[in-house]
């Protein structure tokens, strides 16, 4: 039997790192990260928009408000110290159509709510000197916003995990939890782990995570692939910076926009599709164990009656190149539908309710020497610091670490 930890964090994502990465600066906890891939940032964290999201979208007082605002600045401040390459270029948030005026200012609205800086009203000709390109009746101009790639951000937590005697253990997939003798007991395809608690940080997997440890998640994540598209090098000069349409309120999604990535390429996307797989980044990649658990959850039918329709249209754009392409004209009438080509997918886990609600703030659950992290999506990469903070703080008061 390997030594007795005090935490072992399952998921070698960012959250997972983030949190390990607090809880070894709080000192004197014995941890271990348990991974089931062969390197870290293998799901989300690696396949995602590469957004510093400045919190302009969520609730005033919501986890994801508070947790975004304060894990910009920190990630920020770390990129500083570690030299990780990141840039602060804003970004326009464009209503097209008077009818999306009331939800941008909205938006403005939770903007100032959550203390971002220097927000300010675009008119249409003001768009244009931020977006030369982009034509709409109004817009948000969000100087906060940045780009970055969060790979390589996770693999310096992971660095600093093990340079402060932490453990990454990968290739170790976590099929089995059992409570012996006041411990706990992971079986993984590495072998078994001993630990006194356990914070799941599981992503694509945290509901089945939690059950395996006896809990009731009450929810189910439901996979939705993202696809993205990038425009063609000799058209790059069409998009400056980040730009994005204003998003349906009713969704926890912000609508196909366009993103200059820190390498240089601009994408487009992404959409967001049922995904038939839980790590579906392609769109046939089908598992009978996914599919049959959709099937015998009543939330998943529940929010396939609410939302069918808007599921439709983003099918529709997932098969159809000028669906898609026409989304993108809308901000950026010049775009020609042989400007962009596919450019990779990722996959959201998204929590659902069992009413069909989908889960929109960050959500945390305690057990016994537990600790549960069951939603984490967008900004929680942004966030991760803050995120790890406030779960090491869990952690202290639960565990006692
Ligand atoms: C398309 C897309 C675009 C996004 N854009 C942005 C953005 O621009 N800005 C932003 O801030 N956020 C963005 N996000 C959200 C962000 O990427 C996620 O919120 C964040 O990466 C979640 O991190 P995580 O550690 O919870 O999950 P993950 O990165 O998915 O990590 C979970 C880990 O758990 C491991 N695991 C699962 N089951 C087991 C098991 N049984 N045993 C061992 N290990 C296991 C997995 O292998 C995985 O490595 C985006 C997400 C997507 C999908």
Same mark, same amino acid.
């Given at each position: 039997?390997?030594?007795?930890?005090?935490?072992?964090?399952?998921?070698?994502?960012?959250?997972?790192?983030?949190?390990?990465?607090?809880?070894?600066?709080?000192?004197?906890?014995?941890?271990?990260?348990?991974?089931?891939?062969?390197?870290?940032?293998?799901?989300?964290?690696?396949?995602?928009?590469?957004?510093?999201?400045?919190?302009?979208?969520?609730?005033?007082?919501?986890?994801?408000?508070?947790?975004?605002?304060?894990?910009?600045?920190?990630?920020?401040?770390?990129?500083?110290?570690?030299?990780?390459?990141?840039?602060?270029?804003?970004?326009?948030?464009?209503?097209?159509?008077?009818?999306?005026?009331?939800?941008?200012?909205?938006?403005?609205?939770?903007? *100032?709510?959550?203390? /971002?800086?220097?927000?300010?009203?675009? $008119?249409?000709?003001?768009?244009? &000197?931020?977006? #030369? %390109?982009? !034509?709409?009746?109004?817009?948000?101009?969000?100087?906060?916003?940045?780009?970055?790639?969060?790979?390589?951000?996770?693999?310096?937590?992971?660095?600093?995990?093990?340079?402060?005697?932490?453990?990454?253990?990968?290739?170790?997939?976590?099929?089995?939890?059992?409570?012996?003798?006041?411990?706990?007991?992971?079986?993984?395809?590495?072998?078994?782990?001993?630990?006194?608690?356990?914070?799941?940080?599981?992503?694509?997997?945290?509901?089945?995570?939690?059950?395996?440890?006896?809990?009731?998640?009450?929810?189910?994540?439901?996979?939705?692939?993202?696809?993205?598209?990038?425009?063609?090098?000799?058209?790059?000069?069409?998009?400056?910076?980040?730009?994005?349409?204003?998003?349906?309120? *009713?969704?926890?999604? /912000?609508?196909?926009?366009?993103?200059? $990535?820190?390498?240089?390429?601009? &994408?487009?996307? #992404? %959409?967001? !599709?049922?995904?038939?797989?839980?790590?579906?980044?392609?769109?046939?990649?089908?598992?009978?164990?996914?599919?049959?658990?959709?099937?015998?959850?009543?939330?998943?039918?529940?929010?396939?009656?609410?939302?069918?329709?808007?599921?439709?249209?983003?099918?529709?754009?997932?098969?159809?190149?000028?669906?898609?392409?026409?989304?993108?004209?809308?901000?950026?009438?010049?775009?020609?539908?042989?400007?962009?080509?596919?450019?990779?997918?990722?996959?959201?886990?998204?929590?659902?309710?069992?009413?069909?609600?989908?889960?929109?703030?960050?959500?945390?659950?305690?057990?016994?020497?537990?600790?549960?992290?069951?939603?984490?999506?967008?900004?929680?990469?942004?966030?991760?610091?803050?995120?790890?903070?406030?779960?090491?703080?869990?952690?202290?008061?639960?565990?006692?670490?």
């Amino acid at each position: 039997m390997n030594p007795t930890y005090d935490v072992a964090i399952i998921g070698g994502g960012i959250v997972g790192l983030a949190t390990a990465l607090a809880l070894t600066r709080r000192g004197g906890a014995r941890l271990i990260v348990v991974e089931a891939e062969q390197d870290v940032a293998q799901h989300q964290t690696g396949h995602n928009s590469g957004v510093i999201h400045s919190g302009l979208y969520y609730k005033p007082g919501s986890h994801k408000a508070r947790n975004c605002t304060e894990g910009r600045t920190a990630l920020i401040q770390f990129c500083q110290e570690h030299g990780i390459p990141y840039e602060c270029c804003g970004k326009v948030v464009v209503a097209v159509d008077a009818h999306e005026l009331p939800a941008l200012d909205e938006l403005e609205r939770r903007g *100032r709510a959550n203390g /971002l800086q220097g927000i300010r009203r675009l $008119t249409a000709e003001e768009i244009r &000197e931020h977006e #030369p %390109n982009v !034509v709409g009746v109004a817009g948000l101009w969000v100087p906060e916003t940045g780009i970055i790639d969060y790979r390589v951000v996770a693999r310096k937590y992971a660095e600093l995990v093990k340079a402060r005697e932490g453990t990454v253990c990968l290739k170790a997939r976590v099929t089995k939890v059992e409570r012996r003798a006041g411990d706990l007991i992971l079986h993984t395809s590495q072998g078994d782990i001993q630990a006194r608690n356990l914070i799941n940080c599981g992503g694509l997997h945290s509901d089945r995570l939690a059950r395996l440890c006896g809990l009731d998640p009450g929810l189910q994540i439901i996979p939705f692939r993202g696809e993205y598209y990038e425009i063609v090098p000799e058209r790059r000069h069409l998009v400056k910076n980040l730009i994005y349409p204003v998003p349906d309120p *009713r969704f926890p999604f /912000l609508g196909v926009h366009f993103t200059r $990535t820190i390498a240089g390429s601009v &994408e487009a996307g #992404p %959409n967001a !599709v049922l995904a038939f797989r839980r790590e579906g980044y392609r769109r046939w990649q089908m598992s009978a164990r996914d599919l049959l658990g959709y099937a015998a959850y009543p939330g998943f039918w529940r929010m396939a009656w609410k939302y069918w329709r808007t599921g439709l249209g983003e099918m529709h754009r997932s098969f159809s190149k000028s669906a898609f392409h026409r989304a993108l004209q809308r901000l950026v009438p010049e775009l020609r539908c042989d400007d962009i080509r596919p450019f990779g997918a990722g996959v959201r886990a998204q929590a659902v309710e069992p009413t069909g609600a989908l889960v929109d703030d960050f959500r945390f659950v305690e057990g016994e020497r537990m600790i549960h992290v069951l939603n984490a999506p967008s900004p929680a990469a942004t966030a991760s610091l803050s995120i790890g903070r406030t779960i090491a703080e869990m952690a202290a008061r639960n565990f006692g670490v």
